[in-house]
C-alpha cells in the first residue's frame, strides 16, 4: 500500500517536470530565436546605414617559399590606404605582424575620423609596404615601411624589421645573432654610433644626447634590424635621433666589421665573402644613375595630352575607330595571365601600368606581358599618392620603378600614371615620361562585379578613349571577353597608349 502510494506519487512528479521542462525548452527556444533575430535585424540595419568603405584584400604566394602577400586596398574618398605585409605558415609571426598592421590601420583611421570630425575634407594617405631580405642562415627580414598623411602637413614614416627563420617558425633577435655576449653589444653600439656620425646625410640632424641615449649598449636598441649576407641594418625612427626632418634613420654595418662576433650560425667563411656578388639588396641604391633613357620625342608629344580627347576625335574621324585599355596596379600571377590570355583571343594590345614591387615579386609575370607584345607603363614603386609627396620621393618612386621594369623585361617603361590620377606641377616636373590618365574609368576596384565592368565602357567611350582597369582584380578578368565583344563590335581596334593617334 505505502510502495503503490509511494509510486504513484512519483509518477505524478514525473509527469509535472518533465512538463514543465519541455515547456522551458520551447519557451528558451523561442525566446533565443527572438533575441537572434532582433540581433540579425539590427546587424542588416547596421549594414544599411553605414557608408560602405571597400577595402580590397587579395592573397598572392610570393616567390620566397611558404611566404604569402596579403594586400588590403581601400578608395575611400575620405581616407584611403594600400598596405601589403607577408604572412608565413607559422601563428607568432602572423600574429606578430597583423597586430602592427590592425594598429597602424586602426591609428590612421581613427586620426582621419577625428579630423572629419572637426571639419575637414583634406584625403589622408596610408601606405605599407615591404621587402623581403634572406641571409645564407635561412632567415628572412621584412622590412616594413609605414607612410601616413593625416593632413597635408603631418607626414610620417616609419620602419618595423620583422624576422623569420620559415623553417623551424622562429623569430630572430639581435642577441641571437651576436652570441648574447656584452662585448660583442659594446662593440656593436660603437660601430652604429660611427656609422650615424659617419653618414654625410646626417650630419646636420643628428642630436647627440639623443643618439647617445638609444644606442647605449642594450639589446633592445638594435632590435629593429634587417641581415644580408652584405649586413646588418638598423632602423630609428623619425624623431629618434634626429629632430625628424630626415626622416627614420637608417644604419648599415658591412658584415665584414662584425663577422668575428657573430653567432656560428651567423658567421661567413671569410674566403666565401669576396667571391659572392652583391645580393638585390644593393640594387636599391644603385639603380638611380643607370642606362634609363628617356622616351623618344614621338610618344612624348602624341600622349602627353592622353585625356584631351576632343582634338583626338577630330583627328581620328577618318573613319579608323581605336580605343586605349589599360590595367594597373599588378602584375598579378593569377589575373594578369588571365587577362593576357583573353587579350589573345582579340588579337588586342593594352598597356600595363605596373607598379615597382609588384614587378619584383612577380619578374615572370612581368616578362609575359612584355613578351605578349603589351606597352609597360610605370605606375610607382608603391602606390603613393605623389601630390602629398617631396620632389625626391616621387623621383625615387618613378626611377626604382622604371629600372625594375627594365631590368626584368628587358623592355623601357614608355608611360607614367600617377596613382589616383593625382598629379600637380611637382609630379609633371619629375616624370621623364608621358603622363597618362583616362577617361573611362569602368570603376572596377569599386564594384568587383565582372557583369558591372562593361556598364561605363557602353556610355562613355569614344573614339581615342582610354579605359581603366586594374589587373588584380578576379573580376576584372572575367568580365573582359564581354568588353572586348563589345568594343570589337562597335568596331574599336585596340591599341596601346602610345599608339593612340
Ligand atoms: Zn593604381
Known amino acids: 500500500m505505502k510502495r503503490t502510494h509511494q509510486k504513484r506519487r512519483s509518477s505524478w512528479i514525473d509527469v509535472t517536470f518533465s512538463i514543465a521542462i519541455i515547456a522551458l525548452t520551447v519557451s528558451a527556444i523561442y525566446l533565443f530565436s ?5 540581433e540579425a535585424a539590427t546587424l542588416s540595419e547596421k549594414k544599411q546605414t553605414a557608408t560602405p568603405t571597400p577595402v580590397v584584400i587579395d592573397t598572392i604566394d610570393s616567390h620566397y617559399p611558404g611566404i604569402k602577400i596579403i594586400t588590403e586596398t581601400s578608395n575611400d574618398v575620405h581616407s584611403p590606404f594600400a598596405i601589403q605585409y607577408p604572412q608565413s605558415l607559422h601563428r607568432a609571426f602572423n600574429d606578430d605582424i597583423s597586430l602592427y598592421i590592425k594598429n597602424a590601420k586602426q591609428n590612421y583611421l581613427t586620426k582621419m575620423d577625428e579630423n572629419k ?9 596610408l601606405n605599407i609596404s615591404f621587402k623581403t631580405l634572406s641571409h645564407h642562415s635561412g632567415n628572412y627580414s621584412f622590412v616594413l615601411v609605414n607612410s601616413r598623411a593625416t593632413s597635408n602637413t603631418i607626414r610620417t614614416t616609419e620602419i618595423r624589421s620583422f624576422r623569420l627563420n620559415p623553417e623551424t617558425g622562429e623569430g630572430l633577435s639581435i ?18 654610433r660611427e656609422a650615424l656620425y659617419n653618414d654625410p646625410k646626417l650630419a646636420d640632424s643628428l642630436l647627440p644626447e639623443e643618439v647617445q641615449l638609444h644606442t647605449e649598449p642594450i639589446w633592445e636598441n638594435f632590435n629593429n634590424f634587417a641581415i644580408t649576407d652584405e649586413s646588418i641594418t638598423f632602423y630609428f625612427d623619425e624623431y629618434e635621433l634626429t629632430d ?4 627614420p634613420v637608417i644604419a648599415a654595418i658591412p658584415y665584414s666589421n662584425v663577422n668575428s662576433l657573430l653567432s656560428d650560425n651567423f658567421k661567413l667563411a671569410v674566403e666565401d665573402k669576396d667571391e659572392n656578388p652583391p645580393n638585390a639588396d644593393s640594387d636599391n641604391n644603385g639603380t638611380e644613375g643607370n642606362s634609363t633613357t628617356p622616351p623618344s620625342k614621338e610618344t612624348e608629344s602624341t600622349t602627353d595630352q592622353g585625356v584631351d580627347n576632343n582634338e583626338l576625335t577630330e583627328e581620328l574621324d577618318s573613319g579608323i575607330k581605336q580605343v586605349a585599355l589599360t590595367f594597373d ?6 589575373v594578369t595571365m588571365q587577362i593576357l590570355e583573353t587579350l589573345n583571343k582579340y588579337d588586342a594590345k593594352a598597356t600595363f601600368f605596373m607598379l615597382g614591387s609588384r614587378v619584383e615579386y612577380y619578374p615572370e609575370i612581368a616578362k609575359s606581358v612584355q613578351e605578349a607584345g603589351h606597352e609597360l607603363g610605370n605606375h610607382t ?8 609627396a617631396g620632389m625626391e620621393k616621387i623621383r625615387n618612386e618613378i626611377d626604382k620603378t622604371s ?5 626584368v623585361t628587358g623592355q623601357q617603361a614608355t608611360a607614367f600614371r600617377p596613382p589616383y590620377g593625382a598629379v600637380n606641377e611637382t609630379v609633371r616636373s619629375q616624370s621623364n615620361l608621358p603622363i597618362i590618365l583616362w577617361d573611362v574609368d569602368t570603376l572596377d576596384w569599386k564594384h568587383r562585379d565582372s557583369n558591372k565592368l562593361l556598364t561605363n565602357v557602353k556610355s562613355m567611350t569614344k573614339n581615342g578613349s582610354i579605359i581603366l582597369m586594374h589587373d588584380i582584380h578576379q573580376s576584372t578578368a572575367d568580365g573582359l571577353d564581354s568588353v572586348l565583344t563589345y568594343l570589337q563590335s562597335e568596331g574599336y581596334t585596340f591599341v596601346k597608349v602610345s599608339e593612340l593617334q
Open 244 to 247: 625628424g626632418v630626415a626622416g
Open 34 to 38: 527572438l533575441s537572434n533575430k532582433n
Open 117 to 125: 570630425k572637426h571639419g575637414s575634407k583634406l584625403k589622408g594617405e
Open 329 to 334: 596596379d599588378g602584375p598579378d600571377p593569377k
Open 381 to 388: 614603386w608603391n602606390h603613393p599618392d605623389l601630390t602629398k
Open 403 to 407: 629600372s625594375m621594369i627594365e631590368n
Open 175 to 192: 642577441a641571437d645573432v651576436f652570441e648574447r655576449n656584452p662585448k660583442h653589444l659594446e662593440t656593436l653600439s660603437s660601430l652604429v
